[in-house]
């Protein structure tokens, strides 16, 4: 059973000719909606603002409100703040919340959270790249507060996530592993990048990477680490601009790999995490990409035939 989510007040949240904009969610929900998997996103509740702060420094959030409520603008070259982004924000972190509680109360056992503004740049105190707050850490601090410990998060984005590193690379219970464009924005990411506690794993991948280095990547390097980490929960940054045809930028992964990503995911959390997963949309700004590439994933996440390492493995090599 799947629970999706969605935030409604997304739309609120958009600046002309910006890529990262309320059309995005819209093609995720109608490609969803033109497929068989049979689910309608629900709203959920505002992210409370005590998980907020255990993420954002509380002056962060309180000069995020005051740049709304002024009017909004640019905050840095990328990331744009209007009059509504800040009930955006709130209700983009309080759709991951509510996928960790529908999952850990057993309700589903896959979450998906397809919000906006996504979150993984965001730092403790500093917005960039198109996020305000950080989504997936506020996700990480909910789950925290239900009594699961030991947490990964899987980030497939093409961009390196940032602010999620930073949130926990001191953390020995949370495992943060990435595959990303590098060299390329953020500009963080690097292999080196391993967290105080070995807990941080990067695989930069250089432009043109395909799906064979991709899957390789997550099959070869972070399931072994992440098998030794052995997380009670998968949180997973959901981007899909590492799709070949996304117009920010230059991997060549195919909907047909993130088809396989969600299968090992699924697999991962069967291993480790009774099952369970929550994600949260990150990027992905070609729409159709993204609609198809999200609904690959879901079709994995709904299938109740589980699918073993070893279809992972013949896949992955045969890509
Ligand atoms: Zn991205």
Redesign the pocket.
């Given at each position: 059973m799947i629970a999706l989510l969605a935030n409604p007040a997304q739309i609120g949240h958009q600046a002309e000719g910006h890529p990262e904009r309320p059309e995005r969610v819209a093609a995720v929900i109608e490609a969803i909606a033109k497929s068989d998997i049979g689910l309608v996103p629900e709203p959920a509740p505002d992210a409370p603002e005590t998980l907020i702060h255990r993420v954002h420094d509380p002056s962060y959030v309180r000069m995020l409100d005051r740049a709304a409520s002024s009017g909004g603008g640019y905050l840095d070259p990328d990331t744009y703040i209007t009059p509504l982004s800040m009930v955006a924000a709130r209700s983009a972190a309080g759709a991951v919340v509510e996928g960790v509680q529908r999952v850990l109360d057993g309700k589903a056992k896959h979450a998906l959270a397809v919000v906006r503004p996504?979150g993984?740049h965001a730092e403790h105190a500093k917005a960039m790249?198109f996020c305000l707050l950080n989504n997936i850490a506020v996700g990480v601090v909910a789950a925290r507060d239900r009594g699961i410990r030991r947490i990964a998060v899987l980030d497939f984005?093409?961009?390196h996530g940032n602010g999620t590193q930073h949130s926990f690379e001191s953390d020995a219970e949370v495992f943060y592993a990435s595959t990303h464009q590098y060299p390329f924005y953020p500009g963080t990411g690097g292999a080196g990048e391993r967290g105080t506690h070995g807990n941080v794993l990067n695989v930069p991948l250089p432009a043109g990477t395909s799906d064979r280095a991709f899957l390789g990547a997550w099959e070869k390097k972070i399931g072994p680490s992440l098998d030794a980490f052995k997380p009670e929960l998968l949180l997973v940054s959901a981007?899909f601009?590492a799709h070949e045809d996304d117009p920010?930028?230059g991997l060549d992964v195919t909907t047909d790999a993130y088809r396989e990503l969600a299968r090992m995911i699924k697999g991962w959390s069967i291993a480790h995490g009774d099952g369970r997963s929550v994600w949260a949309l990150?990027?992905?700004y070609n729409l159709h990409a993204l609609g198809d590439s999200v609904v690959a994933c879901l079709e994995v996440l709904r299938d109740s035939a589980t699918e073993g390492s070893r279809r992972v493995d013949s896949e992955a090599d045969r890509g």
């Amino acid at each position: 059973m799947i629970a999706l989510l969605a935030n409604p007040a997304q739309i609120g949240h958009q600046a002309e000719g910006h890529p990262e904009r309320p059309e995005r969610v819209a093609a995720v929900i109608e490609a969803i909606a033109k497929s068989d998997i049979g689910l309608v996103p629900e709203p959920a509740p505002d992210a409370p603002e005590t998980l907020i702060h255990r993420v954002h420094d509380p002056s962060y959030v309180r000069m995020l409100d005051r740049a709304a409520s002024s009017g909004g603008g640019y905050l840095d070259p990328d990331t744009y703040i209007t009059p509504l982004s800040m009930v955006a924000a709130r209700s983009a972190a309080g759709a991951v919340v509510e996928g960790v509680q529908r999952v850990l109360d057993g309700k589903a056992k896959h979450a998906l959270a397809v919000v906006r503004p996504p979150g993984h740049h965001a730092e403790h105190a500093k917005a960039m790249g198109f996020c305000l707050l950080n989504n997936i850490a506020v996700g990480v601090v909910a789950a925290r507060d239900r009594g699961i410990r030991r947490i990964a998060v899987l980030d497939f984005d093409v961009h390196h996530g940032n602010g999620t590193q930073h949130s926990f690379e001191s953390d020995a219970e949370v495992f943060y592993a990435s595959t990303h464009q590098y060299p390329f924005y953020p500009g963080t990411g690097g292999a080196g990048e391993r967290g105080t506690h070995g807990n941080v794993l990067n695989v930069p991948l250089p432009a043109g990477t395909s799906d064979r280095a991709f899957l390789g990547a997550w099959e070869k390097k972070i399931g072994p680490s992440l098998d030794a980490f052995k997380p009670e929960l998968l949180l997973v940054s959901a981007g899909f601009d590492a799709h070949e045809d996304d117009p920010l930028a230059g991997l060549d992964v195919t909907t047909d790999a993130y088809r396989e990503l969600a299968r090992m995911i699924k697999g991962w959390s069967i291993a480790h995490g009774d099952g369970r997963s929550v994600w949260a949309l990150e990027g992905g700004y070609n729409l159709h990409a993204l609609g198809d590439s999200v609904v690959a994933c879901l079709e994995v996440l709904r299938d109740s035939a589980t699918e073993g390492s070893r279809r992972v493995d013949s896949e992955a090599d045969r890509g």
